[in-house]
Nanobody, 126 residues
Framework: QVRLVESGGGFVQAGDSVRLSCVAS????????PGWFRQAPGKEREFVAV?????????YADSVKGRFTISRDDANDTVVYVQMHNQTPEHTALYYC??????????????????WGQGTQVPVST
């Protein structure tokens, strides 16, 4: 099982951009699909994006398409990022790094995820 640790969260202002990082240990990302989920206050955890490790193909939730970019560190197969642009208070959420099996590429549900990070909070103020 892979262990995931997120970083990069913290208070941001509306309009700002923020990049979250996720570092894996135990198993490397080339053996699994890294991705991101988020959970806004009072809402269920939802899929954000996933990236294929071998061909770098990516898939996004419709709500973030065009504003978020998921990427991996090609020089280090234990790191994945999500770049989030033009944040608004409605985007305040706890962001989770996730790892799933290679067969789960698609718009995932929480049930598709094998390993979770502890989450990093991104509060967006006006």
């Amino acid at each position: 099982q892979v262990r995931l640790v997120e970083s990069g969260g913290g208070f941001v202002q509306a309009g700002d951009s923020v990049r979250l990082s996720c570092v894996a240990s135990g198993r490397i990302f080339s053996d699994s699909l890294p991705g991101w989920f988020r959970q806004a206050p009072g809402k269920e955890r939802e899929f954000v994006a996933v990236v294929g490790w071998r061909d770098a193909s990516s898939l996004y939730a419709d709500s973030v398409k065009g504003r978020f970019t998921i990427s991996r560190d090609d020089a280090n197969d234990t790191v994945v990022y999500v770049q989030m642009h033009n944040q608004t208070p409605e985007h305040t959420a706890l962001y989770y790094c996730a790892a799933s099996s290679l067969s789960k590429f698609g718009r995932q549900s929480s049930r598709d995820v094998a390993s979770w990070g502890q989450g990093t909070q991104v509060p967006v103020s006006t």
